[in-house]
């Protein structure tokens, strides 16, 4: 965590309440602090001393950009003026000595379906018998809702769900998944800013997004199987949703930014890309069995999504939908076309079950699995750019 | 509003902040005063000086009970604790000297698909080829998540949103929607208190309802057409939902509870019923062309719903999803099987438009219309328990 990124997320220092960080290195700086002490006069004490990032998502992006600003200057080398101010002596954290909380009051959760590979080869899978994008796919970025109030952070176990599943002929009957799986994702969360009734122009979308957020959309596959027909997947994803601890901003992803893939056809005009939204996060999914270590199971990366984040909100709102401070709007499963890039285990393993290094196979996960997502932008010489783990455990059904 | 109602909604008087109120025949009762007089012992005063329900949704059923039963005590004749306390002397007023506000800030909003007459109707037309319900429709109450971030209260203006629609054959083309439709249905707000992980039992769900309100999901047919396929409604219904003013307790429904229809096959034995709660509300949707006198187009009732509010809420929490304070769960449109019975005009329009009394007809809406639910218990000598209309203008589309 280089100077470079100073993400935001929301800690607990020991015996203390909830208030708003940024992480640089091993250590946290305590936000709270630092305003108590008079050297972050860009906000009003109740936005750093909050339960959640929502008070400054609620705020514009000038403001967000002069905080992160004036914290870099803080931060940097040579800088005295935490050291100064001697009330916020203890400002700074080392990070196992916090715990690292929800980031983000999730209001919405949208969940797109936006890579071309991921789509293509679900719809493979689930409808064999025709052509696997339907029509509507490459016009507009295909999405639906999902479950706020279930969104959890990085290290919350996950509890295996029941539900309605049909394993072979007759009716269903009502037991715990036996097909739990993961979508890798990269999400991002809003702050406000457009009236009911106000699309957010496709050229406008950056203004009104604070950050991205790593994700892990667990999801029961034989649930969904049942239930999806006619309105889109409900307890079949809604048991779960993990985030990672840390927003990583826009500014920080700013060197970056990519293209992404062309289109064909053009997008209508309000979908057309307006600049380069796209960011080059290079992506990777470890799972351990048992208490094991960490095996890799896929390696990906975020360029390729088909739509762009800005695309992905112009059409949410396209209908003059708002966006709310502390929305949540993630991809979609990100796979790439080779053999080890896909974001899900039932993509993982449609030739064949993975092989983890204590011998053991998996085709959908097993009690005491952890899953952990890492994401990246940079590296190899220039600053990295990181999320923190994203990283689940799965607990037995309750019985 | 007798006082056997005492429904709960946030009102603000003119030139003060919002509160939380409770009606009495023409007038509001302003909790927030009665308390400062020290007349509302069994909540905090951050309960009633609020500006949505949610911090009192947040308590449990027993405070609920308490809070309304104090008021009836307080409301009833010849109690004058009230008038005897000098300083709540403005606590009633007039209900049109205060303004209606959004009872509660929507954390997820799901909309069911409930109603046996409506899915059977929606899938003759959706899927000519096949069996109207497709083969979960009976085992479990189908549902899916909307956006909760533009739940607006009765009143709002209903600006008409554009989307991507393919009126003939080739590409879609974005314009506003022709297809403006309407759903009648009537919605449950929930308290909290499930720890993620762990279901609401169906006997276990009506401590969790606090009361039910009426809601219109305004819906664009053909925006919905062209984007549902496979994950299900989006822009089509996103744009607007308006709900009435007043949440109207469970308790004060106690004595319109009924069985609901017969169901077959019989739901596995975590969605049998426990007792009954399904309710006899009967409702209504007046149309108003432009400036015109409202002019009721469809008449049914709540009664006749397949699945049951109880059976709902444990089908959503089945899986370990949470219900936070604050989030509404929706029927899904209500239709009876008698024509004139149906809750959208894309069914009731079915064999041919309707005809309203200035000579003009109406397949779906247009510019200018007014839509007004009235939903109410009881009636005919009875006490009438209703939720004050739930209304909603069209606006043109933004050009």
Request: proline share 10%; with cysteine.
């Amino acid at each position: 965590f280089p100077i470079q990124n100073l993400p935001f997320g929301i800690v607990r220092p020991r015996d203390s309440a909830p208030r708003v960080a940024t992480r640089i290195g091993d250590h946290v700086l305590d936000l709270a602090a630092v305003h108590r002490v008079g050297l972050l006069p860009e906000v009003p004490p109740e936005v750093v001393e909050a339960r959640n990032l929502n008070p400054l998502l609620g705020r514009d992006r000038a403001t967000w950009r002069a905080l992160r600003h004036r914290l870099s200057v803080l931060l940097s080398e040579g800088n005295g003026e935490i050291a100064a101010a001697g009330d916020a002596g203890d400002a700074l954290l080392p990070i196992d000595e916090v715990e690292l909380l929800l980031p983000v009051e999730v209001g919405d959760y949208v969940d797109f379906y936006s890579s071309l590979e991921h789509a293509t080869n679900l719809g493979r899978m689930f409808r064999p018998e025709g052509d696997p994008l339907l029509p509507n796919w490459r016009h507009l970025p295909i999405g639906y809702h999902g479950r706020g109030g279930t969104v959890v952070v990085s290290g919350t176990p996950i509890r295996r769900p029941w539900g309605q599943v049909t394993p072979g002929e007759g009716p269903p009957s009502f037991r715990p998944t036996q097909r739990l799986d993961i979508e890798l994702e990269v999400g991002f969360v809003t702050g406000g800013g457009n009236p009911l009734g106000t699309p957010i122009p496709v050229g406008a979308a950056a203004d009104h997004i604070f950050g991205l957020v790593l994700v892990n959309d667990w999801s029961a596959r034989d649930i969904q199987r049942f239930e999806y027909q006619p309105l889109g997947p409900f307890l079949g994803k809604s048991f779960a949703t993990t985030i990672s601890p840390w927003v990583v901003t826009l500014d920080a992803l700013e060197p970056h930014r990519v293209p992404g893939p062309p289109q064909e056809p053009e997008p209508l005009p309000h979908l057309r890309r307006a600049e380069d939204r796209a960011y080059a996060i290079d992506l990777e999914v470890l799972l351990a069995a048992g208490g094991g270590d960490p095996t890799p199971i896929s390696r990906t990366t975020f360029a390729g999504m088909y739509w762009t984040i800005a695309q992905q909100l112009a059409h949410a709102t396209s209908n003059g939908a708002t966006a709310r401070p502390g929305d949540l709007f993630a991809s979609g499963t990100i796979s790439g076309a080779d053999p080890g890039t896909e974001g899900s285990l039932i993509e993982l393993t449609r030739d064949g079950p993975i092989r983890l290094p204590d011998g053991s196979e998996r085709r959908f996960l097993e009690d005491g699995d952890t899953v952990i997502l890492h994401g990246w932008a940079g590296g190899d010489g220039r600053p990295r750019i990181g999320f923190g783990e994203c990283r689940g455990t799965v607990l037995p059904a309750l019985s």
